[in-house]
């Protein structure tokens, strides 16, 4: 595996992944390779990760990609993955990684998916069903959060206690 970084915005970090991801590339005592990529912080940053060039992923892979997941959300960043090509997109699904992370269909649905995230508004899965609304712009997104904001916290009410 290949990472490299292609853009660094003010609040985005647009990675690119490329070949295998296997084994070979986690060592037990070594490094992550985002922390690599990064630096030491980079569970706080937001990533998008480009996987159009990434031809097959073995368990490792998937266990690197919820261990990111985990660590991004921990840290207070954002983790996404998007232009998955299809035989590895297949291995995705089968194991249900987009339950756990968001798996979007190309750059400009990330993109959106990202400019939601620094809008204020709670992202925490990508719904295939909704894959038209992901290709919303990045410009639509910011305009509808504050109505968006307002709306869920019309829709919250307090619960109710149940008898002991």
């Not at 853009?7 to 005592?29: H, N, P, Q, W």
């Not at 097959?56 to 959300?73: N, P, Q």
């Not at 968001?102 to 998916?113: F, I, K, R, T």
């Not at 992901?134 to 305009?143: G, L």
């Amino acid at each position: 595996m290949n990472l490299s970084v292609v853009s660094i915005d003010k609040y985005l970090v647009r990675v690119e992944a490329e070949g295998e991801i296997t084994m070979r590339d986690f060592r037990a005592e070594g490094p992550d390779p985002f922390d690599t990529l990064l630096g030491a912080g980079w569970t706080s940053h937001k990533v998008i990760v480009d996987f159009a060039r990434v031809s097959f992923v073995d368990s490792s892979a998937i266990g690197w990609l919820m261990t990111c997941r985990r660590g991004f959300e921990r840290g207070g960043g954002l983790f996404l993955v998007h232009s998955i090509q299809p035989r590895v997109r297949q291995v995705l699904d089968l194991l249900r990684v987009g339950k756990a992370l968001p798996l979007l269909d190309n750059e400009q649905a990330a993109l959106a998916v990202a400019a939601a995230s620094v809008a204020g508004l709670s992202i925490t899965q990508a719904d295939p069903t909704q894959s038209e609304a992901m290709q919303a712009t990045a410009e639509e997104v910011a305009i509808a959060a504050p109505v968006a904001s307002a709306t869920r916290a019309s829709k919250t009410r307090p619960r109710k206690r149940k008898a002991a």
